[in-house]
C-alpha cells in the first residue's frame, strides 16, 4: 500500500499548515481582480487561505492578501468564506 500524501499549504492569515483541499486558493487574475479558485487549475499568483471568515477578516486587516497578491479582497469573495465550515 502507497501512503498517501496529502499536500500542504499554509494559511495567509494565521499561517497554519493545512491539507491544500481545506484551504480557499486565492488567485489574482489578468483583470487585476483577484478570484476563488475552486478548481485549483486558474493561472496567476495564488495563494490561500483557511475557509473561515475569521481568517479573510484577519488577512485584510493584516493587509496579507494585498501584500501577497498585489489585489484587494473583494465582498464576492468575503462571501465564499461564510459557509458552512468543513468537519
Ligand atoms: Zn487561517
Given at each position: 500500500?502507497?501512503?498517501?500524501?496529502?499536500?500542504?499549504?499554509m494559511c495567509v492569515a494565521c499561517r497554519a499548515m493545512r491539507p491544500k483541499a481545506e484551504?480557499?486558493?486565492l488567485v489574482a487574475v489578468e483583470d487585476k481582480s483577484l478570484v476563488y479558485d475552486g478548481?485549483?487549475?486558474r493561472n496567476g499568483r495564488g495563494t490561500?487561505?483557511?475557509?473561515?471568515?475569521?481568517?479573510?477578516?484577519a488577512a485584510v486587516k493584516m493587509?496579507?492578501?494585498?501584500?501577497a497578491?498585489?489585489?484587494?479582497?473583494?465582498?464576492?469573495l468575503r462571501r465564499e468564506t461564510?459557509?458552512?465550515a468543513g468537519p
Open positions: 500500500m502507497k501512503p498517501r500524501k496529502t499536500p500542504l499549504r484551504l480557499l486558493r478548481t485549483g487549475k490561500y487561505i483557511c475557509r473561515s471568515l475569521a481568517c479573510m477578516e493587509k496579507r492578501i494585498p501584500k497578491l498585489g489585489q484587494d479582497i473583494s465582498a464576492e461564510e459557509g458552512p
